[in-house]
């Protein structure tokens, strides 16, 4: 699965701008003063300017396989950086993924993440740049409660989806997709690690690839 463009919406859109474009050194296209759309490597991703309160997300980004700690020496003066007791570190050891990552805030409160996926073959002897954001490969999904093994189902039947073969489907945590992309399936309120903050449901379109079909889905 390949995610060719995302649509968030925000309440923070001049702060957005600012730091993705200085901070993050992505490419940002500022034409339309109600919107902007960032250049993260396949991917883009768009912020709309919201009309609600404040919405926010999680979202990851690839990088090569062998760049996490590179990752987090250039991310360590442009964001500060999530500590995780769980693993002691700053950088998330997920060995069952084969992967691992660390987590910063965007100006807007969207919990982001820089992943690298030892089995996708991608290491590169280039020093670590913004060029190396490969794609965004994860897309947090938040649904209803009481509504969200149907809705779960729904999602995989419509779109043509399997669970993620690195992660067994869990009562309130469901991983779909593959490695270069993958929607993360939570119910309403379940805390986003690695925060203590719930998950709200918020406007999002994804535009993206699956068995070589384009989809779109609205939530």
Not at 180 to 201: D, H, K, M, Q, Y
């Amino acid at each position: 699965m390949q995610i060719n463009r995302v649509i968030l919406q925000t309440s923070m859109l001049k702060e957005l701008i600012a730091f993705y474009s200085t901070e993050m050194e992505l490419p940002v296209d500022t034409t339309n003063e109600n919107e902007t759309i960032i250049k993260i490597g396949r991917t883009e991703l768009v912020f709309k300017q919201a009309s609600t309160a404040d919405p926010f997300y999680h979202l990851a980004i690839n990088i090569p396989a062998n760049k996490i700690e590179e990752a987090k020496a250039w991310l360590s003066g442009r964001a500060e950086l999530m500590w995780m007791d769980e693993y002691k570190s700053d950088i998330a050891d997920f060995a069952s993924w084969h992967a691992k990552s660390v987590y910063f805030f965007d100006p807007a409160g969207n919990i982001m993440e820089l992943i690298a996926r030892f089995d996708l073959g991608n290491k590169t002897d280039e020093p670590f740049s913004s060029d190396q954001f490969l794609s965004v490969s994860e897309v947090g999904l938040v649904l209803e409660k009481d509504e969200f093994d149907t809705a779960v189902s729904n999602l995989m039947k419509g779109y043509r989806l399997s669970y993620f073969d690195k992660q067994p489907p869990f009562h309130h945590f469901r991983a779909v997709g593959d490695d270069e992309g993958l929607f993360i399936v939570v119910p309403e309120n379940r805390n986003w690690f690695p925060t203590a903050i719930p998950s709200g449901i918020f406007p999002i379109e994804v535009q993206f690839q699956n068995d070589g079909k384009e989809y779109i889905l609205k939530a």
